[in-house]
């Protein structure tokens, strides 16, 4: 891919290292962030029409659908017809649909493109991208996802993307706090963890949380729990995503009970037990200290 003017808005945790993976690739990258924040090797812009002005693609990491639709609004004044605009922020379907729209009005390509894999994967250029929108999108993005990430899903039509994260996120709630009940429950039945971790990672009880996560100290590969709970993905973060999957199960009328209850739980951790802040597998040592009465 000849090297191309991209425009990047909203320079986070995620957001900064995934254009300096652009910038180191080759590419002319102009960076805006409210908060004034940089990339390295990322030009900075002072307003985001200056960030896409001439952008063949601008690439957003935003908080929410609200934000989302609000920078969309204003991008779209500004780039050109023909650019393509990648979303790859986590935000409920409809806003990206809505996005959508307003792109194909302005005659800009759209791919809502959330992603996997944390802020490890975001500066290692390992994410996982989730595609919706158009083939003819899809293509003009690909050769972008094959710097920041080291997979993309072409998951159909936009929205699809944000439809597959929901997805996968509320299995990611659901397990982890699965996870963290089965090591609180061992040890009050005096098992050891390391011996729970050797059985379980290698039989039916094998999952991500489990395997690539541990939300135990000292087991399996080094995670957050061995740094405190710093969060690798917050807490909060998660709350945010099991929201957002009752609010599509809700619209898509489908009965999700384990992810209503996954959600219930990490709201109390977040906004009553000072979970804010922590890890989103910070849930064991919550688990740890309770009983059946509370």
């Known amino acids: 891919m000849t ?5 990047f808005i909203g320079l ?5 290292p995934m254009a300096h993976n652009l910038a180191v690739a080759g590419h002319d990258v102009t960076g805006f962030d409210t908060a004034g924040t940089t990339a390295e090797g990322v030009k900075t812009a002072k307003t985001v029409l200056e960030a ?3 952008a063949d693609f601008v690439i957003t990491m935003l908080p929410n659908g609200a934000i989302l639709r609000s920078v969309a609004s204003d991008v779209l004044q500004g780039m050109k017809q023909g650019a393509t605009l990648i979303d790859c922020s986590t935000v409920d379907v409809e806003s990206a649909r809505d996005v959508a729209t307003q792109a194909e009005a302005k005659g800009v390509g759209f791919v809502d493109a959330p992603v996997s894999g944390g802020i490890g994967g975001a500066s290692g250029g390992t994410l996982t991208f989730m595609a919706g929108g158009s083939d003819t999108a899809f293509a003009a993005a690909a050769p972008l996802f094959d710097i920041m990430g080291q997979k993309a899903v072409h998951c159909g039509v936009a929205g699809a993307g ?12 659901v397990t982890m706090i699965a996870t963290c009940e089965a090591f609180a429950l061992a040890d009050k ?3 050891d ?3 729970m971790f050797d059985v379980v990672s290698t039989s039916s009880g094998y999952s991500w949380s489990m395997n690539a996560y541990c939300p135990a100290p000292g087991v399996g590969p080094q995670s957050p ?5 710093t969060p690798g993905f917050a807490a909060e973060l998660m709350l945010k995503d099991l929201g957002l999957s009752q609010q599509a199960a809700e619209s898509a009328d489908a009965d999700t009970p384990m992810g209503a209850m996954a959600r219930a739980l990490y709201q109390t951790f977040v906004e009553e037990e000072g979970g ?3 890890d989103f597998s910070a849930m064991l040592p919550r688990f740890e200290t309770r009983t059946r009465r509370g």
């Open 3 to 7: 090297a191309q003017k991209i425009g």
């Open 12 to 16: 986070g945790n995620m957001g900064a």
């Open 52 to 54: 896409v002005d001439g």
């Open 162 to 173: 944000q439809a597959a994260k929901i997805c996968n996120n509320m299995i990611l709630g």
């Open 189 to 191: 039945l005096g098992l």
């Open 193 to 195: 963890r390391q011996k």
């Open 225 to 229: 729990a061995d740094n405190g709970y």
């Open 276 to 278: 804010r802040g922590k």
